[in-house]
């Protein structure tokens, strides 16, 4: 059988805090949930719903990395930086009253447990961008698609837990924002 490369990888990406920015990352591990340590954690509403950058998309101005590599057995001390700069740390007892300020509603950071099932939150008028839902979803429009929606049991993963982005998709994607490829 003939050898041909298809693909180069350009980045590895783990995201310690669902819906925040995350690490580039010279190399991961792989585990039975994807890269070990992502997505292993979120911030949940009072009623238990997950946010995400869906309905609020300030989690994007916030990032969060590890202090070494996370294992298996066990995550490494996370560190999330705030929109204004400062830093704090998911173990301090006032973590989740600084990300509730952030984000003006009241939010606990919250570690995924093999044996909790979640729902994440999204806007349906805004969750495709400027796509009508019913093309992307026959059979919903924006007035008809749920206000939230199921995650994998005992994770924080939208749907899969490993994506591979290729260099095409990322290029066919600017052309449909209007950025250069």
Known sequence: MERRQIGVVKNLCRYPVKSMQGERLNEVEIGAQGVIGDRAYALREANGRVITAKK????????????????????????????????????????SAALSTVLGRPVVLARAQDDQH????????????DVPVETLKP??????????FALPPGTFFDAASLHVLASGTLAHLRTLTGEDA
């Open 139 to 148: 059979g919903y429009t924006a007035a008809t698609l749920p206000d939230s």
């Open 118 to 129: 979640h729902r994440a939150e999204i806007d349906p008028a805004t969750v495709f961008g």
């Open 56 to 95: 609020w998309p300030t989690l994007l101005e916030c990032s969060a990395h590890y202090e070494a590599p996370p294992t298996r057995q066990a995550l490494a001390p996370l560190c999330i930086t705030l929109p204004d700069g400062r830093s704090l740390q998911a173990r301090d007892p006032n973590a």
